[in-house]
């Protein structure tokens, strides 16, 4: 058999492999799937199976219809900015709920060289929230505090570097913050009744 014909050959018996990967994936997936029903879980963000005149508002409309408060520093418009965007509400026009979140960024020395200056830097981040109805008579849903903490190496006399390597590790810290701060809340909100 030529060499051609045993490539050919085998690219015909590989063909139907896609699909029994994919049923084999399926069959797999589906034991896993119902043990985790067993065990209580459910999706943060699934469709809420009460559906009463008491039941509790989806969670994503909830957070959609969320307004970010104004955060000072410009880390604080980093992070507000940055629930905007996962919250859905940069252009919500009337919000029902307000987040209020307070920020705190501190940095401590890490690593020291032989002169006693800094060579590593930790950056922990704390963010303590709120989440406010708004209204006649403002009533407090849910609260929490969220923390964070990451570090970034001072190159010997390389001051470009070091503030270009603070500035993403300020950027990681809030990124982390708003995906912690949003998960929390959604859960908050799932297992309240808003």
Same mark, same amino acid.
């Given at each position: 058999?030529s060499?051609?014909a045993?490539s050919?050959?085998?690219s015909?018996?590989?063909?139907?492999a896609?699909?029994?990967r994919?049923?084999?994936?399926?069959l797999?997936?589906a034991?896993?799937?119902l043990?985790?029903?067993?065990c209580?879980?459910?999706p943060?963000y699934a469709?809420?199976?009460?559906? *009463?005149?008491?039941?509790p508002?989806?969670?994503?409309?909830?957070?959609?219809?969320?307004?970010?408060?104004i955060?000072?520093?410009?880390s *604080?418009?980093?992070l507000?900015?940055a629930?905007?965007?996962?919250l859905g509400a940069?252009?919500s026009?009337?919000?029902?709920?307000?987040?209020?979140? *307070?920020l705190?960024?501190?940095?401590?020395?890490? *690593?020291?060289?032989r002169?006693?200056?800094?060579?590593?830097?930790?950056?922990?981040a704390?963010a303590?929230w709120q989440?406010v109805?708004l209204?006649?008579?403002?009533?407090l849903?849910?609260?929490?505090t969220e923390r964070?903490?990451d570090s970034f190496?001072?190159p010997?006399n390389?001051f470009?570097?070091?503030?270009?390597?603070?500035?993403a590790?300020?950027?990681?810290?809030i990124?982390q913050?708003a995906?912690d701060?949003?998960?929390?809340?959604s859960?908050?909100l799932r297992?309240?009744t808003v």
């Amino acid at each position: 058999m030529s060499q051609a014909a045993s490539s050919t050959s085998s690219s015909e018996t590989e063909r139907p492999a896609p699909a029994r990967r994919r049923l084999l994936a399926l069959l797999a997936g589906a034991p896993a799937a119902l043990a985790l029903s067993g065990c209580g879980f459910r999706p943060v963000y699934a469709p809420q199976a009460a559906a *009463g005149p008491d039941a509790p508002a989806p969670v994503r409309a909830v957070l959609a219809s969320t307004f970010v408060a104004i955060i000072p520093e410009r880390s *604080g418009q980093l992070l507000r900015r940055a629930l905007q965007q996962r919250l859905g509400a940069a252009g919500s026009a009337a919000p029902n709920y307000e987040l209020r979140v *307070g920020l705190q960024l501190a940095g401590e020395p890490e *690593g020291f060289r032989r002169d006693g200056t800094a060579s590593r830097l930790r950056y922990n981040a704390i963010a303590t929230w709120q989440l406010v109805t708004l209204g006649p008579e403002p009533s407090l849903r849910a609260e929490g505090t969220e923390r964070a903490f990451d570090s970034f190496n001072i190159p010997d006399n390389q001051f470009f570097a070091a503030d270009f390597s603070r500035d993403a590790t300020v950027q990681r810290l809030i990124e982390q913050l708003a995906n912690d701060l949003v998960l929390n809340l959604s859960v908050r909100l799932r297992d309240s009744t808003v």
